[in-house]
Nanobody, 117 residues
Framework: QVQLMESGGGLVQPGGSLRLSCVAS????????MAWYRQAPGNQREMVAT???????NYADSVKGRFTISRDNAKNTVYLQMNSLKPDDTAVYFC???????????WGQGTQVTVSS
């Protein structure tokens, strides 16, 4: 099992910034993908950004140029720097850890991000 602990959510005004962090612990795999997803009320959970253990990143079109995902593999931590936030970014943000060899996926408990004036 892998446990994920997220932090960094909160209330921010439109145009503002937030940084989310997620620390993985437990049965960590060297081949993995760490990612951020989000789910707004009434919507399905959607991928925001992913980062592989090899350094490849991928973003949803809606956040390209505004959000940056990064990793500190030594600390088993993934970050999501969110700039130029919009009200449409309001959602619960979930951290995900996928072990590529075992082909399983774990989720954090979620952290609320609210963008409002």
């Amino acid at each position: 099992q892998v446990q994920l602990m997220e932090s960094g959510g909160g209330l921010v005004q439109p145009g503002g910034s937030l940084r989310l962090s997620c620390v993985a612990s437990g049965s960590i795999s060297s081949a993995n993908v760490m990612a951020w997803y989000r789910q707004a009320p009434g919507n399905q959970r959607e991928m925001v950004a992913t980062a592989t253990s090899g350094g490849t990143t991928n973003y949803a079109d809606s956040v390209k140029g505004r959000f940056t995902i990064s990793r500190d593999n030594a600390k088993n931590t993934v970050y999501l720097q969110m700039n130029s936030l919009k009200p449409d970014d309001t959602a619960v943000y979930f951290c995900s850890y996928r072990r590529l060899l075992v082909r399983d996926q774990f989720w954090g408990q979620g952290t609320q991000v609210t963008v409002s004036s």
